[in-house]
């Protein structure tokens, strides 16, 4: 560093410290816990410039810390440096639409896989919900936020990506090659599952929804329409592994479930708080109706999943959650860097946050997951190796099914009606 630059960060150094002195001085004597925390944050930087073992990169140390700061809040808030904010843009503006179809989340620090779409990139390379990717595009994921991981992902349709995967019974990541595409809408799998020789009261409908992108509330509707008239009289709906999609089309979609009552809300300290009510006219699906969840479900679909459980309108069954339904802002910095932080959460009809709580099902049943490759087996490429189990015997599915085939407790009549039962029939002696 020559001398002019040195004079330029001492200035600077000299001119913070001021500041937070006197932030110092209105700390100890107004007792505002911001100003404190200020003047410790400013305390270690001071030591760090002047008692690091050799002279830091100030511009460096003031980025990590910043993604350090945002990431300690929640996963989904996230630190975009100028270089990184300016090649989020360029791609918004070259409009690049190779993606991978892959939600994500941060798990022990690392990426970390919560869902992925149907015959996306991601599924076709053999990535999992819960795998870990530990490095993208030959970078640690490690203390990455999600935003940056999204960053390297995304490019344009046709180009690739490496990943480095870590799955549960590995002893060492696996290298994978990802082609980016562009995302055909995942289709909602629609059939009937009941016996054709079973009673017709029995009818079991079964609808997958892989997303809640816009329009899904509508789509769904116009199929559970055709399934009444079809004869159904009973319902599956499966959200597992549903991660994508608008929280409003979540909301949108559990009206056609609830008839009555508080579907939701939305809190934040600087949102207005919403408060999400039925519409009698909107509900559409009356019958009884299961929904399988799992931790891959997560946003939309955990609204969806908490506001019919929540009404006791259906059963849940599954395992829980993921938690992360809340909303995010972007917010552009003078320097030219960025911060995406999170401004409000959805709360449970129950008044409990969901990206605290999750949903929990009323029924816990956990799938069954084939064994991943022994250690000989070690370089088996993730694309190759054996699906889970629960598309061979899906246990979650076969207890949801016996759930609703199971005849329902009769009800225990009280003495007034016992009594007049009894006298209603002549008595044999």
Same mark, same amino acid.
């Given at each position: 560093?020559?001398?002019?630059?040195?004079?330029?960060?001492?200035?600077?150094?000299?001119?913070?410290? /001021?500041?937070?002195?006197?932030?110092?001085?209105?700390?100890?004597?107004?007792?505002?816990?911001?100003?404190?925390?200020?003047?410790?944050?400013?305390?270690?930087?001071? !030591?760090?410039? =002047?008692?690091?073992?050799?002279?830091?990169?100030?511009?460096?140390?003031?980025?990590?810390?910043? !993604?350090?700061?945002?990431?300690?809040?929640?996963?989904?808030?996230?630190?975009?440096?100028?270089?990184?904010?300016?090649?989020?843009?360029?791609?918004?503006?070259?409009?690049?639409?190779?993606?991978?179809?892959?939600?994500?989340?941060?798990?022990?620090?690392?990426?970390?896989?919560?869902?992925?779409?149907?015959?996306?990139?991601?599924?076709?390379?053999?990535?999992?919900?819960?795998?870990?990717?530990?490095?993208?595009?030959?970078?640690?994921?490690?203390?990455?936020?999600?935003?940056?991981?999204?960053?390297?992902?995304?490019?344009?349709?046709?180009?690739?990506?490496?990943?480095?995967?870590?799955?549960?019974?590995? !002893?060492?990541?696996?290298?994978?090659?990802?082609?980016?595409?562009?995302?055909?809408?995942?289709?909602?799998?629609?059939?009937?599952?009941?016996?054709?020789?079973?009673?017709?009261?029995?009818?079991?409908?079964?609808?997958?929804?892989?997303?809640?992108?816009?329009?899904?509330?509508?789509?769904?509707?116009?199929?559970?329409?055709?399934?009444?008239?079809?004869?159904?009289?009973?319902?599956?709906?499966?959200?597992?592994?549903?991660?994508?999609?608008?929280?409003?089309?979540?909301?949108?979609?559990?009206?056609?479930?609830?008839?009555?009552?508080?579907? @939701?809300?939305?809190?934040? =300290?600087?949102?207005?708080?919403?408060?999400?009510?039925?519409?009698?006219?909107?509900?559409?699906?009356?019958?009884?109706?299961?929904?399988?969840?799992?931790?891959?479900?997560?946003?939309?679909?955990?609204?969806?999943?908490?506001?019919?459980? @929540?009404?006791?309108?259906?059963?849940?069954?599954?395992?829980?959650?993921?938690?992360?339904? /809340?909303? =995010?802002?972007?917010?552009?910095?003078?320097? &030219?860097?960025?911060?995406?932080?999170?401004?409000?959460?959805?709360?449970?009809?129950? &008044?409990?946050?969901?990206?605290?709580?999750?949903?929990?099902?009323?029924?816990?049943?956990?799938?069954?997951?084939?064994?991943?490759?022994?250690?000989?087996?070690?370089?088996?490429?993730?694309?190759?190796?054996?699906?889970?189990?629960?598309?061979?015997?899906?246990?979650?599915?076969?207890?949801?099914?016996?759930?609703?085939?199971?005849?329902?407790?009769?009800?225990?009549?009280?003495?007034?009606?016992?009594?007049?039962?009894?006298?209603?029939?002549?008595?044999?002696?």
């Amino acid at each position: 560093m020559n001398r002019v630059a040195r004079a330029i960060v001492l200035a600077v150094s000299i001119l913070v410290l /001021s500041y937070v002195s006197m932030a110092y001085v209105l700390a100890r004597t107004d007792g505002d816990k911001n100003y404190r925390a200020l003047g410790v944050f400013t305390e270690v930087l001071q !030591h760090i410039q =002047q008692d690091y073992v050799e002279e830091p990169n100030l511009q460096q140390v003031t980025s990590g810390a910043l !993604h350090g700061l945002l990431e300690s809040l929640d996963p989904r808030s996230s630190y975009m440096s100028p270089r990184e904010y300016a090649e989020y843009k360029q791609k918004l503006e070259r409009g690049a639409k190779g993606e991978i179809g892959a939600a994500l989340s941060k798990r022990f620090g690392y990426i970390t896989v919560v869902a992925v779409l149907p015959d996306s990139p991601a599924e076709k390379a053999g990535l999992r919900s819960g795998d870990i990717l530990e490095a993208i595009s030959k970078f640690t994921s490690r203390e990455m936020s999600i935003g940056q991981a999204q960053n390297l992902l995304t490019g344009e349709v046709g180009t690739s990506v490496s990943v480095s995967v870590v799955r549960r019974a590995r !002893h060492r990541p696996q290298d994978v090659e990802i082609v980016r595409a562009d995302l055909p809408a995942a289709k909602m799998q629609v059939r009937m599952l009941a016996d054709p020789d079973a009673p017709a009261s029995a009818a079991i409908a079964y609808v997958r929804i892989p997303s809640l992108f816009a329009g899904r509330a509508e789509e769904l509707k116009a199929r559970l329409l055709q399934l009444e008239k079809q004869g159904a009289k009973k319902l599956i709906l499966d959200l597992r592994d549903c991660a994508f999609g608008a929280n409003t089309e979540g909301i949108a979609a559990a009206r056609l479930f609830v008839a009555s009552g508080t579907l @939701g809300s939305l809190r934040g =300290q600087t949102v207005p708080t919403q408060t999400f009510v039925a519409e009698p006219g909107k509900a559409v699906w009356k019958q009884p109706v299961s929904v399988l969840i799992s931790y891959g479900t997560s946003g939309a679909a955990e609204i969806l999943a908490a506001a019919i459980a @929540g009404s006791q309108r259906g059963e849940t069954l599954g395992e829980r959650t993921f938690g992360s339904s /809340s909303e =995010q802002k972007l917010l552009p910095l003078e320097d &030219g860097a960025a911060i995406n932080l999170t401004v409000a959460n959805y709360y449970r009809p129950d &008044g409990k946050s969901i990206p605290d709580e999750g949903v929990e099902p009323g029924v816990v049943v956990r799938r069954a997951v084939a064994d991943v490759p022994e250690a000989d087996d070690d370089e088996t490429p993730a694309a190759q190796q054996p699906e889970p189990a629960q598309s061979k015997d899906d246990v979650v599915l076969k207890k949801a099914i016996e759930l609703l085939l199971a005849p329902a407790p009769a009800a225990k009549p009280d003495k007034k009606t016992a009594a007049l039962k009894v006298g209603a029939y002549p008595q044999i002696s």
